[in-house]
């Protein structure tokens, strides 16, 4: 994604210490799997199970996940979440998975991306570097949902990352666009072990490895 010389070397600088919070995970990835890319984007309000379904499927192949949350707080020590920087967050994060993605990495994208112009610029990015794409969509009854963001507001979630609460749903809730486009559903109050083999099983196609 192209960036105006006045801010290259902010990105760059930005793209650097993302690459520092992901090291571990660089550092581990099995290099018999380079240049075997995917993309897999996550979609859904805050409580819906991205996350929890990004890290069930991370134990079954190896990806790489680039979570908005964990990422902000990288380049953010004390958060605002106003919109100057959502916009530095999410045009790194972009930045960052299409370097990933050229090198050659499967790349999980954990973020709400709940309209068309953020997934937009996702598809244009694996049409940009040849890779292939699954966009997942995530739901949850509203009872369930709340329960979640209570737990995490009170510090009993597993989830060291996403500060995301009950009124933060609601408020991005009006804001969610349906995708136009072919995509996988999970209910996260379901078992989601079907679609995490669905999804397995299409990384592994995509790369001619049986399932």
């Known amino acids: 994604m192209p960036h105006s010389s006045p801010t290259e070397p902010a990105v760059?600088?930005?793209?650097?210490?993302?690459r520092q919070a992901l090291s571990s995970d660089l550092d581990g990835y099995p290099q018999k799997i380079a240049q075997e890319r995917y993309l897999i984007v996550l979609s859904g309000l805050p409580g819906t199970g991205k996350s929890h379904f990004a890290n069930e499927l991370s134990q079954r192949i190896p990806v790489l996940i680039v979570g908005s949350d964990r990422m902000r707080k990288a380049l953010v020590a004390k958060p605002k979440y106003n919109p100057g920087e959502h916009t530095r967050v999410f045009s790194d994060c972009h930045q960052l998975i299409e370097d990933l993605l050229q090198e050659g990495y499967r790349v999980v994208f954990d973020a709400s991306n709940l309209t068309d112009g953020f997934r937009h610029t996702l598809f244009d990015i694996a049409e940009k570097t040849?890779?292939?794409?699954?966009?997942?969509?995530?739901?949850?009854?509203?009872?369930?949902?709340?329960?979640?963001?209570?737990?995490?507001?009170?510090?009993l979630s597993i989830d060291s990352y996403s500060d995301a609460d009950w009124q933060i749903h609601c408020r991005?809730?009006?804001?969610?666009?349906?995708?136009?486009?072919?995509?996988?559903?999970?209910?996260?109050?379901?078992?989601?072990?079907?679609?995490?083999?669905?999804?397995?099983?299409?990384?592994n196609s995509a790369n001619g490895r049986p399932d």
């Open 172 to 203: 991005l809730r009006p804001g969610e666009e349906p995708i136009n486009r072919p995509h996988l559903m999970v209910d996260s109050s379901q078992d989601i072990s079907p679609v995490v083999d669905q999804v397995v099983g299409l990384i």
């Open 130 to 155: 040849e890779t292939p794409l699954s966009i997942i969509w995530f739901t949850a009854p509203i009872d369930l949902v709340r329960r979640r963001l209570d737990a995490r507001a009170a510090g």
């Open 12 to 18: 760059a600088r930005d793209i650097a210490t993302l």
